[in-house]
């Protein structure tokens, strides 16, 4: 059983900064991609950032600059430092990994349960 923990979502004014944490629980044998999403009502789940097992980062044009991406391999979490957050920021935030459970095994999907950012202006 994997389980992702999500924390640090919250309501914040504009120019202010959050960083969100995911844990990954469970018996695993590797984390490849790490990947938050954000989601409006009624609107479809955008990546926002992606880190790969090799530290590589990638970036949505929205959120280039503002925010930034980084794991911690010995502790199985993803982290999400965002700073000069902006109201349309406001989304709930899913964490998104791609696990394996053994040298030949293939990756697996997990989704965090979401946290929510509202940024007020």
């Known amino acids: 059983q994997v389980q992702l923990v999500e924390s640090g979502g919250g309501l914040v004014q504009a120019g202010e900064s959050l960083t969100l944490s995911c844990v990954v629980n469970?018996?695993?044998?590797?984390?490849?991609?790490m990947n938050w999403y954000r989601q409006g009502p009624g609107k479809q789940r955008q990546l926002v950032a992606t880190?790969?097992?090799?530290?590589?980062?990638y970036y949505a044009d929205s959120v280039k600059g503002r925010f930034t991406i980084s794991r911690d391999n010995a502790k199985n979490t993803v982290y999400l430092q965002m700073n000069s957050l902006k109201p349309e920021d406001t989304d709930v935030y899913y964490c998104?990994?791609?696990?394996?459970?053994?040298?030949?095994?293939?990756?697996?999907?997990?989704w965090g349960q979401g946290t929510q950012v509202t940024v007020s202006s």
């Open positions: 998104n990994v791609g696990v394996r459970f053994g040298h030949f095994s293939g990756d697996y999907d997990y």
């Open positions: 469970g018996r695993i044998f590797s984390i490849n991609s």
């Open positions: 880190i790969t097992n090799g530290g590589n980062e």
